[in-house]
Structures are given as structure tokens and as C-alpha cells.
């Protein structure tokens, strides 16, 4: 059996293992509007303006942001209306060895910074001889700095590689974006993402996929990896529009985000729970079950009770996805070790 093979039942297994997990959802119908011609759209908004009963309210602004409304509906996620940027706020970069099974990555705020941590996280896994990394985006600040996205990724790709481009609308304005050095980490990767994976932390995830032989495990991603123009529209007023789309291998991410290969569903207060805690105490408490200590005749000599002294364990909370991130790091280990 051939590890891409193997890797794919794995999959298979804990696809359905999590399926009550992530119930499918169910077809949109198509959209009665969309088939409507100009002529007909227009007999329709006579009609609304002269029957409804609010019809007479129906002035040409109400009409004119009636339709500006449809357009960011239809566009999102790469336009919207936006007051002042709110400054984002520096996320930590952390890394620890899992159980010796699996190097963990929070990346953080893409940055220089982190970056360097990166590197060394890197290298002390490579002399422990780690077999696998997972790369946790979740605490990645959404952000359009895609060379930094590249930089990251070169960790992990060999020199020379194209890792996707930049789209503008403008002929000629698209940028390509290349590795420079040789990778530090050649092992397996898993990348966990979820819904609030945009910008350069989705475009580093998938480039990762497509050029690292990376496995994505969480939630499908924003869809947000654009490059946005603001737009002042006065006041405190002003619209953010995609104004250029990551392309990796040719294929847009935007508008429809990525797909995770293992689908696990985390609702977002045990998700942010489990990464303000982990600051403390590591991601191991959160993916390994452990005893909890009972009451022994030891401990009566000593006039104590470990089952009330004890610190309970991470309050319940369970990290799914990391679980299901381990457990790939893990099988693609043991299938390697047979072949």
C-alpha cells in the first residue's frame, strides 16, 4: 500500500468517525433573480414601487442602496462597508513537541518577529528528530502581507519554487512569489484552519497544499485572500474592495475559500478558550487525555486528597481538530515505517 493511499483511508476512517461532527449541508436552489433580463427587473421594481404598501418609499436612494446592498451580498466576502481600520493587535508565536509525536505551531501574527521563532522552532524539531509538524493558523490576525506569506512558506518548500501569484484587475499589475532558500523542515505537515483563516495566513495555507504536500484539517477557510483597495466614501466611511486574488497553480481561492481534507467542526468559544489557555499551559492538556489523580492510602497518611487538590484538566476542553492533526501526523508515520 502506497502512502497516498493510505494517507486517503486514514482520511476516509475519520471522515466518518466525525461525520455527526459536521452534517452536510444542503444544496442551495438556484436563485430566481438571476434569471430575470433587464426588462423583466425592471417591470419588477415598477411593480414593487407601485403596488407595495410601502411602495411610495421606494425613492431613487432607497432604490440606489437597495442595490448596493445586493452588490455587497453578492460579492462578499470581497467588498464590504468599513469604518476606521482597527489596529490589529500582535499575536504570540508558541511551539512545543506533542507527546513526541508531533511538533506544534501557533504561528501568530505573521511577522519578523515570528518568522525567526519559526526558524528556531524548526530546527530544534529537526534535531529531535520530529517526524511531523502542525502548522495552527486559528491565532493568525487576518492581513494582506503576502510576502511574509511566501517567506513562511519558503520554511517548508525547496528553493526555487513558484508559490502563487498576486491577480490585479490592471493588465500587467500581477506578482509572482518565489522561495529564496532551501526549506528547514522537509517532514509532514498538517495545517489547521478554520473560518477565520484569511488573507496571507489562507494563501500560506494553501500554497503549503499544493507545493508541500500539506493536509488541511478544521473548517473551510474565509475566502478573503484578496488584496484590498479602500475606497473613502467621507465621513467615517469607507468600502474595502478586492482589488487583486492569491492564485495557487493557477486556481483562485477567493471567493469560495479552502476545503479542509478532514473536516472538523469546533464551535468559536472552546476554540478561543483552549488557544488563551494554552498560552500557559502548552496545546498537550488539550489533545491528551490524562488521569486524573484518586484519593490512596498514601495520601490519607499524609492528610491529603489529590482528587480536590489537584488542578483539574484544561476544564474539560478538548482540541478536536488538533486531536484529528496528531492522529494524521501520527498514521502517516506508521504507514512510512511499513512500506
Not at 466525525?18 to 425592471?42: F, G, H, K, M, W
Not at 500581477?174 to 528547514?184: K, Q, S
Not at 478573503?224 to 481561492?253: D, K, T, W, Y
Request: net charge negative; with cysteine.
Amino acid at each position: 500500500m502506497n502512502l497516498r493511499c493510505a494517507v486517503l483511508l486514514f482520511a476516509a476512517f475519520v471522515a466518518t468517525a466525525v461525520a455527526q461532527e459536521n452534517p452536510a449541508r444542503p444544496q442551495s436552489a438556484t436563485n430566481p433573480l438571476d434569471s430575470l433580463d433587464a426588462d423583466q427587473i425592471q417591470k419588477a421594481i415598477d411593480a414593487l414601487r407601485q403596488t407595495h404598501v410601502r411602495g411610495p418609499s421606494l425613492d431613487a436612494t432607497a432604490l440606489t442602496r437597495a442595490t448596493l446592498r445586493g452588490l455587497l451580498e453578492s460579492l462578499s466576502p470581497g467588498a464590504e462597508l468599513a469604518g476606521a481600520e482597527p489596529a490589529t493587535a500582535d499575536a504570540p508565536f508558541r511551539s512545543e513537541i506533542l507527546d513526541g509525536r508531533a511538533g506544534y505551531i501557533r504561528l501568530g501574527s505573521l511577522s519578523a518577529q515570528n518568522l525567526g521563532q519559526l526558524d528556531t522552532a524548526l530546527r530544534d524539531f529537526t534535531e529531535n528528530k520530529v517526524h511531523g509538524v502542525v502548522l495552527d493558523l486559528r491565532a493568525t490576525p487576518e492581513t494582506t502581507d503576502f510576502a511574509l506569506a511566501a517567506q513562511a512558506a519558503g520554511r517548508f518548500v525547496p528553493a526555487g519554487t513558484a508559490l502563487f501569484s498576486l491577480a490585479g484587475s490592471a493588465p500587467g499589475s500581477d506578482r509572482d512569489f518565489v522561495t529564496e532558500g532551501e526549506p528547514l523542515f522537509r517532514g509532514v505537515i498538517v495545517v489547521i484552519v478554520d473560518v477565520d483563516t484569511a488573507g496571507a495566513a489562507e494563501a500560506l495555507a494553501a500554497t503549503l497544499r499544493w507545493n508541500a504536500r500539506a493536509l488541511l484539517v478544521g473548517a473551510r477557510t474565509s475566502g478573503r485572500c484578496v488584496e484590498f483597495s479602500l475606497v473613502p466614501l467621507g465621513g467615517e466611511h469607507q468600502m474595502r474592495i478586492a482589488s487583486a486574488e492569491v492564485r495557487v497553480a493557477g486556481q483562485p481561492v477567493y471567493p469560495r475559500g479552502l476545503r479542509p481534507d478532514i473536516e472538523v467542526a469546533q464551535d468559536d468559544e472552546t476554540r478561543d478558550a483552549i488557544l488563551e489557555e494554552a498560552l500557559e499551559k502548552g496545546m498537550a492538556p488539550f489533545v491528551f487525555e490524562t488521569e486524573r489523580a484518586k484519593l490512596n492510602e498514601a495520601a490519607l497518611v499524609a492528610g491529603t486528597n489529590p482528587e480536590i487538590d489537584s488542578e483539574p484538566s484544561a476544564a474539560g476542553l478538548v482540541d478536536r481538530p488538533l486531536q484529528r492533526a496528531v492522529d494524521l501526523v501520527t498514521a502517516i508515520k506508521l504507514f512510512r515505517n511499513q512500506d
